[in-house]
């Protein structure tokens, strides 16, 4: 088969996972720069390429698959579950690694960066490619911005496996990473960024997650003599939104909020809604996410809050929830306590800011556009961080957080924060995922990746014509639910289920007590005396897999009852993961089967301590919430 026939069948292979690349391909030329040198008689191509003056060959003149080989058996990688590749070159590594070391490394995604679509082109020439072009699990970047591959990184392909994170191995071809360094800098970048992003929304911490519980059930009035957002869904489909943030860009066309109400559904961030109302200008609804005696303030100093509703998420501070004395909808985070209620109110996939929960909130009313305004993510550039009259931090020292630069909206750098980093990463992934069109008009600020630059004055003569009254949708939705909903009735069903669920967590309890007595006996039986230099017996090595099987038994525990997983999912996955990824990485470390056995017992008995522990906080907070329902249920009567 000539290069012509194996380019054309190659590109086929391509077109059928990736028909964009394959279009990128085809559509390229050569830049002359790379070259095919004919190898030795049994021996495939090699590539030489000239940069700078100078001229760089690829792999070792006398057998490129043996140095390919070679290349990678010196790496001396036990465990490697994602493989990232800085540069394609003639493929030779990947094809070599495919065959020959993925099974065995345990390898379950591989992602290839390759800065020259030219050089890939030219790849596509030489060997037959189309099992790896075509495979589900082997991803190909080329030629574009790695930063583009973020949002497929965290919402897709390491989302598959969080627990292997900390396994995640880079390999750099050097040619490639000679040629071009920063290319391929940014794009392992953008490798940890993805994988801290992933980590970050499953939540790390379990205490936090208790607070959350906590508060849900100090809230419970507020849940059943409210409407949840769900009975929303849809109603504004094709309809504009406006998403008002507190970014100091809102200056410039805050204004033109005046008088658009009844032609778009104005939602504000709580930190925005005092300085809109003091402007006359009254939104739709608004919403908080942090748990922070901040919110609290945000509402503190309005009297009355007219035709705006709340977005109320019951995680939040009750003093918070209290401190909004107009009308709400409630919404839940997508927590696993929140399916013990039963009782549906809409959950929501959110990132870590309030504006990233409003996005959500708009994209299940089916806006469309949703515009945004004040969305700057980044420090003005006279240094503010927020727009006058947001109560506690109108101007952010801009010297006091480390800093990172990113790209703005008019093609110059800004001075941004990490965290606000991670939610512009956050607000790409969710625009990625929303049918409808976004609209930046924040006209300043970071850009924001999926997202059609305008300004608000041309974004409302666009799409802000016609008047559509989303008051009265919200305030018929509203009455609706006053008229159908029986909240005595559903208070007392909550009631029988807490107390019956409190017994469950008790029953656990004790289980995980049995098991930590146990795990601690092998440590001091078994575990120590190997570390000191005693042979482990069979007897032993059968006592460390017993601790093993009980792990498993109390892990299927916990998910095998359905009052049990809800209530306590939450609060346990942020150690769970923890642990997993531990016992993950362990095979990075060992490869003597029975130490691995016993650094993973160790493991497994801070877990049964730990999530015992859990589990005690857990059932406390089901007593306390007895008690409050049983006080609410005698006060009625």
């Not at 809102?250 to 003091?278: F, Q, W, Y």
């Amino acid at each position: 088969m000539n290069r012509k026939d194996i380019f054309e069948k190659n590109l086929s292979a391509l077109a059928e996972r990736n028909p964009r690349l394959a279009g990128k391909v085809r559509d390229a030329r050569g830049n002359g720069h790379g070259h095919l040198l004919e190898g030795k008689e049994g021996c495939p191509p090699n590539l030489l390429v000239e940069h700078d003056g100078a001229r760089i060959l690829f792999y070792d003149a006398e057998d490129p698959l043996r140095y390919s080989r070679e290349y990678l058996e010196g790496l001396n990688v036990k465990y490697a579950p994602f493989v990232f590749f800085m540069g394609f070159g003639l493929g030779y590594h990947l094809e070599q690694f495919a065959t020959r070391f993925s099974n065995e490394w345990g390898t379950k995604e591989i992602v290839i960066y390759e800065k020259e679509i030219e050089l890939f082109r030219l790849a596509l020439h030489v060997g037959d490619y189309g099992t790896v072009l075509r495979h589900p699990h082997i991803h190909f970047f080329v030629g574009d911005d790695p930063e583009d591959s973020h949002v497929l990184l965290s919402s897709d392909i390491l989302i598959r496996d969080r627990y292997a994170l900390r396994s995640i191995k880079v390999i750099p071809l050097p040619p490639s990473v000679s040629l071009h360094r920063s290319y391929y800098l940014k794009a392992a970048r953008t490798i940890k960024k993805a994988a801290v992003t992933v980590m970050v929304n499953v939540g790390n911490d379990s205490f936090d997650s208790l607070v959350g519980l906590e508060h849900t059930f100090a809230n419970i009035q507020h849940i059943f003599s409210n409407p949840g957002i769900n009975s929303l869904y849809g109603k504004f489909k094709g309809k504009p939104g406006v998403l008002v943030a507190a970014g100091p860009s809102l200056k410039k066309n805050v204004h033109l909020l005046k008088g658009l109400e009844d032609r778009a559904l104005i939602m504000s961030c709580d930190a925005t809604l005092l300085p809109l109302m003091k402007k006359g200008i009254q939104p739709h609804l608004v919403t908080s996410l942090e748990r922070s005696p901040e919110v609290l303030l945000h509402y503190a100093k309005i009297h009355d809050f007219k035709n705006t509703y709340a977005v109320t998420l019951p995680i939040q501070t009750p003093e918070s929830v209290e401190a909004f004395t107009g009308r709400k909808f409630i919404a839940y985070r997508k927590y696993s306590y929140f399916d013990w209620f039963e009782k549906d109110k809409g959950s929501l996939v959110v990132g870590h800011s309030v504006a990233n929960l409003a996005f959500k909130i708009l994209m299940h009313l089916a806006c469309d556009p949703i515009i945004l305004i004040g969305q700057d993510l980044a420090y003005a550039r006279e240094g503010d961080s927020h727009i006058g009259g947001v109560v506690g931090r109108n101007r952010d020292n801009i010297f006091e957080y480390e800093s990172v630069e990113l790209e703005g909206n008019d093609g110059r750098p800004v001075k941004s924060m990490k965290y606000w980093e991670l939610f512009k990463l956050e607000y790409e992934e969710d625009i990625h995922s929303y049918d409808g069109t976004c609209v930046n008009a924040t006209e300043g600020g970071a850009k924001i990746r999926g997202a059609k630059i305008m300004t608000f004055a041309d974004a409302i003569g666009t799409y802000c014509r016609q008047s559509y009254n989303p008051q009265a949708i919200l305030d018929e939705t509203y009455h609706q639910f006053a008229i159908e909903s029986d909240i005595q009735k559903e208070m007392d069903e909550i009631l029988v289920k807490a107390v019956d669920t409190r017994e469950t967590v008790e029953r656990a309890i004790r289980d995980f007590e049995t098991a930590l007595k146990e795990a601690r006996l092998v440590e001091e039986e078994v575990i120590r005396p190997s570390l000191e230099g005693a042979p482990c017996s069979d007897e032993g090595k059968e006592r460390l897999l017993s601790i093993e099987k009980k792990w498993l038994t109390l892990g299927a525990s916990l998910q095998g009852h359905k009052n049990l997983y809800a209530i306590t999912a939450q609060t346990l996955q942020a150690y769970d993961l923890w642990l997993a990824s531990e016992l993950s990485f362990l095979k990075d470390i060992y490869t003597n089967s029975t130490f691995l056995s016993m650094a993973r017992v160790r493991k497994m008995t801070d877990w049964f301590a730990v999530i015992g522990s859990l589990l005690v906080f857990t059932r406390n907070v089901l007593g306390d919430a007895a008690i409050t329902l049983k006080r609410g249920t005698e006060a009625v009567q």
